[in-house]
Every structure is written in structure tokens, then in C-alpha cells.
């Protein structure tokens, strides 16, 4: 069992529809987690962090950590054709530690 | 912002050649990483550095070997190019305490 599970996708949705992207993990000392977005031939660039469980929102963009059940989810309001790309997510134990990637979930939203 | 540079975007190199990946950040940081990211495989971490001359295993270290003789570069090294590396590679860095910031990548194509 992968230490991160991540649904690779492909996810399509309609321009304004809210998008939920979800990573669930198995090591219960994860404490700071990530959300990357990837665009196509590029790096990812990092769109959210995130200490312990809660919300932390950003713009169109709301990261949301769930540690009793290991579950961080992204969720994306007003989706544009710009948000088209792939996200990952990671997390690690300790906020100097090795970083655990998802696979990465790719989205495309059509105009 | 932070900027990881890495040397090359595309690069097509033939079976048996020494190839060399080069990775500048211009932010002090201490810690370097180098990743190679496959469909379906995700991000895998291949070697990492936490100082000058100092270097650690990642976890698919085999083929490869790194170089850091100044804060700010980080070599990736292919001593004998084989068709399996072919792939793209990530060079990252980061401060102490913080997430990785990523360059655009070098896809490497091993003929």
C-alpha cells in the first residue's frame, strides 16, 4: 500500500463548477501538507501549505486537512480553463522531513 | 520569488554517454533535491542535499550520482546513460523549514 493515495484522474468538469480533489495517507505522523499544481511541461509550483488539520483558504482555492480520518482534500470554487493542469499533493512528518507525493490528479475544466 | 533554474528543457543523449543535469537556485538555500517523475510513478526522490559537498540517498539512487561544490548548484549525474532514464527530472530546493520550490524540469530522452 502506497503511503499516499491519489486518483490520477483524468477529472473534467464544466468552467465554474467547484472542483474537490482528495489524498488520503496512512502515516498518522504526517503533520504538514502540501498542494502543487503542474501545468504541462512545466514544475509544480506550490499553491498551498498547511500545518495539522483545518482550513487554510486562498482566493478560489481552500485546502482542507482531516487527520482522524487521513484525508486532505483541495477544493477549487469558480473553476477557470486556466486551472487546467495536474495537482499533487504531499505531506510530510516533520517540516524538514522527506516529502510523500501523491500521484497527482489531473483536471481539465472545458469552457 | 525563488528561482530554480535547471540548465537544460530537452535533452536527447545516446546509450552508454555520461550526462550531466544542471540545477542553480539563487535563494541560499540549504537543502537541494533531484526527482525523476513518470507517468503513473509519480515524483520519486533520486538524491538530496543538505550542504555543500554533503549528499544523501534517495530512494532510486542506482545510476545516478550528484555533485554540489557550491551552495547554490546541484548536479545530477548519469554515469552511463541507459533507455530506462529516460524520464523528466526535477531539481528542487528549500530553506531550512519550508516546502520545495521547483525549476521546470529537463526531459531527459536516452536513445
Known amino acids: 500500500q502506497k503511503e499516499v493515495e491519489q486518483d490520477p484522474g483524468p477529472l473534467s468538469v464544466p468552467e465554474g463548477a467547484i472542483v474537490s480533489l482528495n489524498c488520503t495517507y496512512s502515516n498518522s505522523a504526517f503533520q504538514y501538507f502540501m498542494w502543487y499544481r503542474q501545468y504541462s511541461r512545466k514544475g509544480p509550483e506550490l499553491l498551498m501549505y498547511?500545518?495539522?488539520?483545518g482550513n487554510k483558504e486562498d482566493g478560489r482555492f481552500t485546502a482542507q486537512v482531516d487527520k482522524s480520518s487521513k484525508y486532505i482534500s483541495l477544493f477549487i470554487r469558480d473553476s477557470q480553463p486556466s486551472d487546467s493542469a495536474t495537482y499533487l499533493c504531499?505531506?510530510?512528518?516533520?517540516?524538514?522531513?522527506?516529502?510523500?507525493f501523491g500521484q497527482g490528479t489531473t483536471l481539465q475544466v472545458k469552457p | 520569488d525563488v528561482k530554480v533554474t535547471q540548465s537544460s528543457r530537452y535533452l536527447v543523449k545516446r546509450t552508454g554517454e555520461k550526462v550531466f543535469l544542471e540545477c542553480v537556485q539563487d535563494m541560499d538555500h540549504e537543502n537541494m533535491f533531484w526527482y525523476r517523475q513518470d507517468p503513473g510513478l509519480g515524483l520519486r526522490l533520486i538524491y538530496f542535499?543538505?550542504?555543500?559537498?554533503?549528499?544523501e540517498k534517495g530512494d532510486i539512487p542506482e545510476g545516478y550520482s550528484v555533485s554540489r561544490e557550491k551552495k547554490e548548484r546541484f548536479s545530477l549525474i548519469l554515469e552511463s546513460a541507459s533507455t530506462n532514464q529516460t524520464s523528466m527530472y526535477l531539481c528542487?530546493?528549500?530553506?531550512?523549514?519550508?516546502?520545495?520550490?521547483f525549476g521546470n524540469g529537463t526531459r531527459l530522452t536516452v536513445t
Open positions: 504531499a505531506m510530510t512528518a516533520g517540516n524538514t522531513g522527506k516529502l510523500i
Open positions: 542535499s543538505y550542504d555543500v559537498k554533503m549528499k
Open positions: 528542487a530546493s528549500r530553506p531550512g523549514h519550508s516546502p520545495l520550490h
Open positions: 498547511t500545518y495539522s488539520s
